[in-house]
């Protein structure tokens, strides 16, 4: 059975500290790897990952994925409180159909 | 911003009645997806649509039918709800290009819409 598994569940932190998000994976059809933050309403688009090794950076966001550990990590460098939010990593094939396999999920909350 | 509309946003309804959740996008993206969300799950599959009267199930389809009769319209029906189908279902499209609209492969999420069966 295709799994995708986020650790922590929960994370509270203070303003300015830097936190990295776990997600490992295990799925037949893998070819990339997603994560998505989700503040009140819809999911929003940060990274794809296809290539192993290779950092994808955008802000103080950054994400690298171990296609040979079947991990993934997202850091947030000097948090703010807009940080907080639900952040969702998805595993799979994005060919065709696209049939994605979405963890749980990191709640990240930042206090000011 | 996708252009993908979900309605109703909330509905509250008894156990044993029909649903019927709309997807709405403007954009003419072949594949449209049906998620459901739910605390200590994530979002889970639930129906996606490949083209018009294209459909397939998802990880989660027992109790649910769709139908996509034009490209822009994906609808989900619970054709009898019940308390375990209380959830928040969210509609995704796939970025098919890698223009402004997005990058090929990222699913673009609509805002929900919240059922809760009494």
């Known amino acids: 059975e295709d799994k995708v598994v986020q650790s922590p569940l929960s994370l509270v932190v203070h303003e300015g500290d830097t936190v990295t998000l776990n997600c490992s994976y295990e799925?037949?059809?893998?070819?990339?790897l997603l994560w998505y933050k989700q503040e009140k309403k819809a999911p929003t688009f940060l990274f794809m990952l296809t290539s192993s090794g290779i950092e994808k950076k955008s802000g103080r966001l950054s994400s690298i994925l171990d296609k040979k550990e079947l991990f993934s990590i997202l850091n947030i460098t000097a948090t703010q409180t807009g940080d907080s939010a639900v952040y969702l990593c998805?595993?799979?094939?994005?060919?065709?159909?696209?049939?994605?396999?979405f963890g749980q999920g990191t709640r990240l909350t930042i206090n000011p | 911003d996708a252009g993908i509309t979900q309605s109703p946003r909330h509905k509250v309804t008894e156990t044993g009645t029909p649903v019927t959740l709309r997807c709405h996008q403007t954009e003419n993206h072949r594949y449209m997806y049906w998620y459901r969300q739910d605390p200590g799950h994530g979002l889970r599959l639930i129906h996606y649509?490949?083209?018009?009267?294209?459909?397939d199930k998802g990880e989660v389809s027992d109790g649910y039918s769709v139908s996509r009769s034009k490209t822009e319209d994906f609808l989900l029906t619970l054709e009898s709800a019940t308390s375990s189908q209380t959830s928040v279902y969210f509609c995704a499209i796939k970025s098919s290009t890698s223009g402004t609209s997005g990058r090929y492969g990222e699913l673009f999420f609509g805002e929900g819409s919240r059922l809760t069966v009494l």
């Open positions: 998805a595993a799979g094939e994005i060919q065709g159909a696209q049939k994605l396999v």
């Open positions: 799925v037949t059809n893998f070819r990339s």
């Open positions: 649509s490949y083209g018009v009267k294209d459909t």
